[in-house]
């Protein structure tokens, strides 16, 4: 196997971290992996993203950079999403290796190690993928099902237990830097690029502290836009539906016509107003998601850049 020369000088570990109004969490998870860190001899860097908390996250970070000298910061000028998050930790990282976890601690940190030690061994992409997804409501379980679902279709990727729990050799971060476009999706994006790759299973735990950031309809408009932004599928589809439906309208015209030379055509309005609405709705179904893409287009051709940085260390 062809050795990898940063892997072999740079054993540094960079940790990102994403926050988003998380004040309780910070001094915490920075305590729980430095003692992790130390305890395993690797040589780490913490880099807390704060994703303009509107709390005293910003404080709480520094409070741990004072510290510990390991911890490092990226702090935007406004809450611009996990995801603009995550790639500015990668940006930010300087290690051999960079991992990706959460904030809340409900990415077990002892996994990091294994995934370290398998780096270690030549892996360049060690994903965490969900054993279980810990406790969430009925309603939030189906509509993530619904969106793991179609996205797993869309991306052939088993969506529905990937994470974002991931760490990746040097090589895997330059190439995600390497993508321009404005909307990113980690978790399938580190997936494209390819490697050499392998996994490690873990279990959801509870959040500790706080609340989760995503309420079902949160959800929802991350499900619609990661699917847009990720797949033309929705795209395809429409062209299938118009075909059926002429396949449908040619059956039915033919039906209408010889009705119609044999006097027993249908009266009445009532199946013109009907055949009407349905296919002026299908119609504008058809024309929405069009938009869709098309607003999609408009906001990756504007250029701007994916996050604002206000302050970092
Ligand atoms: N997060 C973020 N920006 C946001 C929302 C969330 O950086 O706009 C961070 C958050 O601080 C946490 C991680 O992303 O570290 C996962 O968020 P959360 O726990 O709310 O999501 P869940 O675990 O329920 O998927
Ligand atoms: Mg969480």
New binding site residues.
């Given amino acids: 196997m062809e050795k990898n020369t940063l892997q072999q000088d740079n054993k540094l570990l960079s940790v990102v ?6 004040e309780g ?1 910070i001094l915490k998870t920075a305590e729980t992996l430095k003692a992790l860190m130390d305890d395993a001899g690797i040589i780490y860097e913490l880099i807390f ?1 704060n ?2 908390s509107s709390d005293l996250t910003q404080d709480r970070i520094e409070e741990a950079a004072e510290k510990d000298q390991a911890v490092r910061y990226v702090c935007f000028s406004r ?4 995801e603009a ?1 995550i790639f500015a930790g990668l940006g930010a990282a300087k290690g051999g290796c960079a991992a990706v976890m ?3 601690l ?1 990415h077990p940190p002892e996994v990091l190690i294994e995934m370290y030690h398998l780096w270690e061994d030549g892996y360049e992409i060690v994903e965490g993928v969900k054993k279980s997804r810990g406790r969430e409501s009925i309603f939030h379980r189906l509509s993530a099902g619904m969106f793991y679902g179609i996205m797993s279709k869309a991306t052939k990727i088993d969506m529905y237990r990937a994470s ?1 729990f991931k760490l990746l050799d040097r090589r895997a971060v330059e190439s995600l830097l390497m993508f321009p476009e404005y909307h990113v999706f980690f978790r399938a994006l580190s997936s494209w690029i390819g490697y050499k790759k392998t996994s490690v299973e873990f279990d ?1 735990r509870d ?1 500790e502290v706080g ?4 309420s079902t309809s949160a959800l929802f408009k991350y499900a619609v836009n990661n699917i847009v932004e990720y797949s033309a599928v929705p795209l395809h589809l429409i062209t299938g539906i118009g075909i059926v439906s002429l396949v449908f309208a040619f059956a039915l015209g033919i039906q209408t016509l010889v009705r119609y030379f044999c006097g027993t055509a249908a009266e009445g309005f009532t199946t013109v107003i009907l055949l009407q609405l349905f296919s002026a709705s299908v119609i504008m179904i058809g024309i929405g998601i069009v938009g869709l893409y098309l607003a999609k287009i408009y906001d990756e051709v504007k250029r701007r850049p994916r996050y604002i940085i206000a302050k970092m260390k």
């Fill in positions: 971290i994403p926050a988003y109004n998380e969490m993203v994703d303009g809450n611009f999403g996990k998050a959460d904030c809340d409900q974002d959801v959040r609340t989760s950031k995503w």
